[in-house]
């Protein structure tokens, strides 16, 4: 099932910005917090940001200064605004729900960064 839907990825050049979106058909209250997580070629997946229900929110390291993430209750979508993206930024994008038992994920989103 669908439950999870990225949009948004494509190929930008250095320095530039992409707004990651991910539409979601269940109830927000069944979920603890939201993600978005990447996976560059030949590496494992990794946290690039989090919000929780009550909207606390943690990043990498690497993203900090640079990506926002952001939820809308209403619309039902969580988001990724991403900024001053760098090559090593390429990977794909994954949204997650965490839900107390499992975790979700969607289909997954390409963002490709030039040089």
């Known amino acids: 099932q669908r439950q999870l839907v990225e949009s948004g990825g494509g190929l930008v050049q250095s320095g530039g910005s992409l707004r990651l979106s991910c539409a979601v058909s269940?109830?927000?209250?069944?979920?603890?917090?939201m993600g978005w997580y990447r996976q560059a070629p030949g590496q494992e997946r990794e946290l690039v940001a989090r919000v929780t229900v009550s909207g606390f929110t943690n990043y990498a390291d690497s993203v900090k200064g640079r990506f926002t993430i952001s939820r809308d209750n209403a619309k039902k979508t969580v988001s990724l605004q991403m900024n001053s993206l760098k090559p090593e930024d390429t990977g794909v994008y994954y949204c997650a729900l965490i839900r107390t038992a499992d975790t979700i994920w969607g289909q997954g989103t390409q963002v490709t960064v030039s040089s």
């Open positions: 269940i109830s927000f209250h069944s979920i603890n917090a």
